[in-house]
């Protein structure tokens, strides 16, 4: 199975101040197809995951502008411009690429 | 609008069944693979299965592979997951969602305890 990494497991923000969640994956995620399957979710405490990022750099519907995911092959990373107070929570990246799809282990974002 | 619904967890003893329920709307739900995605408390996402649209393919993670089975009705727009032989790791909140993660349910919570 495709192990994936997310560091940090925890980020402290400020308000206002940019932030940035690495994603490693065990192998390529590029698909046999040619697409690259990494997506990042956001999750609140009792809610769902929302997804915020498909096919590495792909903002969803409704999602700001200052979400951004970049990197290619085995590393990938999402970045937020500016911390506002509703992007608490915990942020997953998942790969859909190779069977079984996986998940890394997350990454909670709080505000210092 | 979007809809998942899922529908069916409970406390269930190890060993025992239970057949979770997704019935979705706002969308054409037969051109879309479905999935199962769960999620232990305090602990990370694991996605369980897919299956194609019309149910003809179908794929699980190992850890269930043998005991679930997911199925679909596109008559009646539902997504099932058949959990058999259920063991304590099985704990979890199970979602139904799109195979590309666009779309997801509200969650229901499946217990295996004795």
């Known amino acids: 199975d495709v192990v994936v990494t997310q560091s940090p497991l925890a980020l402290p923000v400020t308000l206002g101040q940019p932030a940035s969640i690495s994603c490693r994956s065990s192998q390529s995620l590029v698909s046999s197809d040619g697409n690259t399957y990494l997506n990042w979710f956001h999750q609140r405490p009792g809610q769902s995951p929302r997804r915020l990022i498909y096919q590495v750099s792909n903002r969803d519907s409704g999602v700001p502008d200052r979400f951004s995911g970049s990197g290619s092959d085995t590393d990938f990373t999402l970045r937020i411009s500016r911390v506002e107070a509703e992007d608490v929570g915990v942020y997953h990246c998942m790969q859909g690429s190779h069977w079984p799809w996986t998940f890394g282990q997350g990454t909670k974002v709080e505000i210092k | 609008e979007v809809q998942l619904v899922e529908s069916g967890g409970g406390l269930v003893q190890p060993g025992g069944s239970l057949r979770l329920s997704c019935a979705a709307s706002?969308?054409?739900?037969?051109?879309?693979?479905m999935s199962w995605v769960r999620q232990a408390p305090g602990k990370g996402l694991e996605w369980v299965a897919n299956?194609?649209?019309?149910?003809?393919?179908?794929y699980y993670v190992d850890s269930v592979k043998g005991r679930f089975t997911i199925s679909r009705d596109n008559a009646k727009n539902s997504l099932y997951l058949q959990m058999n032989s259920l063991r304590g790791e099985d704990t979890a909140v199970y979602y139904c969602a799109t195979r590309r993660g666009d779309f997801w349910g509200q969650g229901t919570m499946v217990t295996v305890s004795s």
């Open positions: 299956t194609k649209f019309d149910g003809s393919e179908k």
């Open positions: 706002g969308f054409t739900f037969s051109g879309y693979w």
